[in-house]
T-cell receptor, first 113, second 114 residues
Framework: DTAVSQTPKYLVTQMGNDKSIKCEQN?????MYWYKQDSKKFLKIMFS???????INETVPNRFSPKSPDKAHLNLHINSLELGDSAVYFC????????????FGAGTRLSVL | AQSVAQPEDQVNVAEGNPLTVKCTYS??????LFWYVQYPNRGLQFLLK????DNLVKGSYGFEAEFNKSQTSFHLKKPSALVSDSALYFC????????????WGAGTKLIIKP
């Protein structure tokens, strides 16, 4: 049973399209995150939710909108995709927001053509 | 400003030799430090952490890390490298501000040659 699962694993789309990436965790954790890893492997936090409430919202274009319907799910919707959005997006979860160990999903590789 | 530095983009080690992957940090107060590993096409996996206590921390897959407060370092070590240790290694420190997010290093690619 995968602890943190993301779908889809690969996403290839055209510029200007809107797409969503879904994330679910079955660990009972309160906190979930979205990260972006660029082609140089730099890891950058985008958002964090704790019990469905947004607690971290880094400088990310407002084309990116996270949604947390419940504390086990954190989805990422991206409007008007741009070439620069091509990256691997990771979802993660942790027991709480106090900076404890994070558990990562396998990633979604987004390619914008 | 709080930060983490991994000074080496890549480390090459022969199988069976000891390995060290370097990490230095800059935070105010007592740091919470982490090492994660990323295998190709996979998500990051937690290896070990230092919060308090013994300066030598043992983790998964035979890895350990030494916390050195005077040198503000938290180097990852393993006595005898395996080819399967080849991966990307990230050091991270907890932000001591209000949101406790992790501040990540740039990653070090570890290559173990047979």
């Amino acid at each position: 049973d995968t602890a943190v699962s993301q779908t889809p694993k690969y996403l290839v789309t055209q510029m200007g399209n809107d797409k969503s990436i879904k994330c679910e965790q079955n660990l009972g954790h309160d906190t979930m995150y979205w990260y972006k890893q660029d082609s140089k492997k730099f890891l950058k936090i985008m958002f964090s939710y704790n019990n469905k409430e947004l607690i971290i919202n880094e400088t990310v274009p407002n084309r990116f909108s996270p949604k947390s319907p419940d504390k086990a799910h954190l989805n990422l919707h991206i409007n008007s995709l741009e070439l620069g959005d091509s990256a691997v997006y990771f979802c993660a979860s942790s027991p709480d927001s106090s900076g404890r160990v994070q558990y990562f999903g396998a990633g979604t590789r987004l390619s914008v053509l | 400003a709080q930060s983490v530095a991994q000074p080496e983009d890549q480390v090459n080690v022969a199988e069976g030799n000891p390995l060290t992957v370097k990490c230095t940090y800059s935070v105010s107060g007592n740091p919470y430090l982490f090492w994660y590993v990323q295998y190709p096409n996979r998500g990051l996996q937690f290896l070990l952490k230092y919060i308090t206590g013994d300066n030598l921390v043992k983790g998964s897959y035979g890895f350990e890390a030494e916390f050195n407060k005077s040198q503000t370092s938290f180097h990852l070590k393993k006595p005898s490298a395996l080819v399967s240790d080849s991966a990307l290694y990230f050091c991270a420190v907890r932000d001591m501000g209000s949101n406790y997010q992790l501040i990540w290093g740039a990653g070090t690619k570890l290559i173990i040659k047979p």
